[in-house]
């Protein structure tokens, strides 16, 4: 099948260079540090695994190695972002060159950071989906390739589940059940978590994601891609009053989202400042952040709250490259502390795409034996759009 050839040839390439690394690497500084302490031993009957993540879906490069007893030993995380920005988004074909030439050198400096050669991984966690096709090639290749030269079982794991069990990485650690609130560039859904695997979608953004939100909202003031953190930078300088932005869906008795007219109201409102002055001023631009910031804010925490009290679960966990805004925390921390219910986050480093997550996800899914994503016989594959439903659905069957 043409279709197939390009990833097996990339693996095939791949296996003498992960081979001659295999003989090569001798002993490895041990400069091991654990920013992250998780256990849980009994899944496993006291042994300890060790995992490799290799997370590569879009314009993130992430390797990690998560040990099951002393948690996180190392990771390597690059990000593509001033490569991209030129061009005001990701370009696949960019992305998935420069994720081949990042995993290889990460590899191996994940391995020195935590004292640990090749021969001492015992599983390997790559993100099979979803994301873009090329990017998500390479990170499988390697892989793949990776654990036929060790002889070692490789894993596809689902994206957003990385992401949604990011926050089980904090220290202290939430319990399940808890209702989890996944904010990316992609998505915006709010679910219920009653173990690994078991996932119930409990409302979705109906249009655009809040990431993809504060990103167009970002890119109408002239800011910069990925406009996320460019927008709440601009958002802490202004007047969140100073405009009254809607608030899309807040009273629409369900528990979607829906985003796309708070852009556009945002457009509106510029477009009447320009006509009013000719031009934005800074103060202008700020304070239209500080409204549009503050809008995407109250509903994402309203409904945050609808969602813990309906479902009776005293637990939130935010996860996603949204989660590491500084005004969602704090609204959403003064809410739940309100209601009494408890909030817990990834470390700010863990809330964008990384290997850490992969890793993680790959441990918990094989200790509970979760492992119907498993690449035999060196065949793998990739799901450039795979909804998290389907992936509950198989962990059930
Ligand atoms: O989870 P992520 O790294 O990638 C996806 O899987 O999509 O999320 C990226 C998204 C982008 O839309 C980015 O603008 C947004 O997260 N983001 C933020 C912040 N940091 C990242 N949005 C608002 N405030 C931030 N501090
Ligand atoms: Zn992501």
């Not at 119930?200 to 167009?216: P, R």
């Not at 590491?324 to 964008?352: D, E, H, I, M």
Request: hydrophobic share 45%; with cysteine.
């Amino acid at each position: 099948m043409p279709a197939r050839k390009p990833a097996f040839r990339g693996s095939e390439a791949l296996l003498p260079i992960l081979t001659s690394m295999l003989v090569a690497r001798r002993s490895a500084k041990t400069a091991h540090y654990n920013s992250c302490n998780l256990q849980f031993p009994q899944h496993f009957q006291g042994h300890t695994v060790l995992i490799l993540g290799i997370e590569s879906s879009c314009d993130e490069t992430g390797v990690a190695l998560y040990d099951t007893t002393s948690g996180l030993l190392a990771q390597q995380l690059f990000s593509q972002v001033e490569m991209h920005a030129a061009y005001g988004g990701v370009v696949p074909e960019l992305a998935s060159r420069d994720h081949i030439q990042r995993i290889l050198p990460q590899l191996d400096k994940v391995l020195i950071d935590s004292g640990r050669l090749l021969k001492d991984i015992d599983a390997i966690a790559v993100t099979q989906g979803p994301g873009l096709g090329g990017a998500l090639l390479v990170g499988t290749s390697v892989a793949t390739a990776l654990g036929a030269a060790l002889g070692k079982p490789v894993l596809g794991v689902h994206h957003l589940e990385g992401h949604l069990l990011s926050p089980l990485l904090a220290v202290p650690a939430p319990n399940f059940p808890f209702i989890a609130l996944l904010v990316s560039g992609g998505h915006t859904q709010l679910m219920s978590v009653d173990d690994v695997g078991l996932y119930t979608l409990l409302g979705e953004t109906v249009d655009d994601a809040a990431g993809e939100a504060f990103d167009k909202t970002a890119s109408l003031l002239g800011l910069g891609y990925p406009g996320g953190p460019a927008l709440a930078k601009l958002a802490t300088l202004g007047d969140p009053n100073a405009y009254k932005l809607p608030r899309p869906m807040l009273h629409s008795g369900d528990l979607d989202f829906s985003f796309s007219g708070l852009k556009t109201a945002v457009l509106t409102l510029a477009n009447k400042l320009r006509n009013q002055a000719g031009s934005l001023t800074e103060e202008d631009r700020a304070n239209v952040a500080a409204a549009f910031e503050t809008a995407i804010v109250e509903v994402l925490t309203v409904k945050c709250m609808t969602a813990l009290k309906t479902a009776g679960i005293k637990t939130l966990v935010v996860a996603g490259g949204v989660g590491a805004n500084q005004r969602l925390r704090s609204s959403l921390n003064k809410a739940a502390a309100k209601l009494g219910f408890a909030v817990f986050y990834p470390p700010v480093n863990l809330c964008t795409d990384n290997g850490a997550m992969i890793a993680f996800a790959g441990a918990m899914r094989l200790a509970a034996d979760l492992g119907e994503n498993l690449f035999t016989r060196g065949a793998f594959s990739v799901r450039s759009r795979w909804p998290l439903s389907e992936l509950s659905a198989t962990s059930l069957a």
